[in-house]
């Protein structure tokens, strides 16, 4: 499949954004750090990194303390060159009696591309909410897309 690049319709943008979501949710950092730039600047909440090496350490970070990540992704608004995403992914943390803490976070990206299609710029900013086993949306087999959800959350 050839790269998706800019300008964006929107049919591409939305293309962009579940290729982005499939590839997060392989919880693979050098894998998904080549769908940027070498020089990519990213904002992620607090925290800013340059260039795919930070990306690559920061999301080893990350999935290492977000067990059970999984991710879904929907086109917000687009542009020419850049996207917006709305997102919500679910994990855990283990408890040392064993249990597990469930969260949902929730957020938005504002993505800029270059002209080859790879991103150079992601600003994220997002929200962890504590929820139970029965309040999770994406449980062990569930496909992320099939998943209702309502508008009071969208």
């Given at each position: 499949m050839a790269p998706i690049t800019p300008p964006f319709t929107a049919e591409t943008a939305l293309q962009k954004v579940k290729i982005a979501q499939d590839l997060w949710n392989t919880k693979d950092p050098a894998k998904v750090s080549l769908a940027y730039t070498p020089d990519t600047i990213w904002r992620n909440r607090d925290t800013f990194?340059?260039?795919?090496?930070q990306v690559v350490e920061f999301l080893t970070r990350k999935w290492a303390k977000e067990n059970g990540y999984r991710l879904r992704k929907e086109l917000f608004a687009f542009t020419d060159n850049k996207i917006a995403v709305q997102f919500f992914y679910e994990w855990y943390e283990g408890n040392p009696d064993g249990t597990k803490q469930w969260y949902r976070t929730y957020g938005l990206e504002d993505w800029t591309f270059n002209d080859d299609g790879l991103m150079r710029k992601r600003q994220m900013s997002g929200n962890d909410v504590a929820i139970t086993e029965e309040e999770r949306w994406f449980?062990?087999?569930?496909?992320?897309?099939?998943v209702y959800i309502s508008e009071e959350h969208l």
């Open positions: 990194l340059k260039g795919r090496e449980k062990d087999g569930v496909d992320v897309n099939s």
